[in-house]
């Protein structure tokens, strides 16, 4: 009769039937049905609340990992696969965030002198060679909220928000010289690069 139901002075009782093989005991509990209901009924809720939240956390860090992963997509997409700077997407998504802001920015635009001749020269490895070593020269004259991007082919551009005329075309010659100053080694040969620089001043809102 484990775990019948019968009634005592009008009340339902659950009983319950306990061997105890080593003393050849028989424990009978008799447990009234609306104290077992309210057990079944805590028991119940408190299982239910911890699976909401163990669906909630994992919910939470499935949110978390779809928004890294897009982060993760959308700042691959703004990078330039060959030198590892921002891209022309990257700095004009910038640009409209400045424009936006009303910021006060220089604009230094580069064109790498002659490239094409490198590239007849020595081949197309020996002119990603120079735009890597070259890229890797502007990146230390910047402050870190510059930005520094290549536009494409041999070109460059930086922005230098919070700035002025002078910070710009200092930034623009240090750059110049130390690039000038760059001996790449190309085919047992040493070949140096130079660049033309434009720097421009101005509110990005106007």
Known sequence: FDGEITQVDEHDLLISEFRIEE??????????????????????????????????????????????????????AELDDLTGLPNRTHVQRRF???????????????DLDRFKLINDSYGHDAGDRVLRAAANTFKQELREEDIVSRWGGEEFVMLIPASSIELGRAIAERARTNLEALEIEIQSSKVSVTASFGVAFGSAGK
């Open 23 to 76: 003393l050849g005991w028989r424990l009978m509990l008799l447990t009234p049905l609306e104290a077992r209901q309210a057990q079944i009924t805590r028991a119940f809720i408190k299982n239910a609340l911890a699976a909401l939240v163990i669906v909630l956390l994992l919910a939470a860090a499935f949110l978390i990992l779809m928004l890294l992963y897009k982060r993760s997509l959308e700042q691959r």
């Open 96 to 110: 409209r965030q400045l424009e936006k802001a009303g910021v006060e920015l220089c604009v230094i635009i580069i």
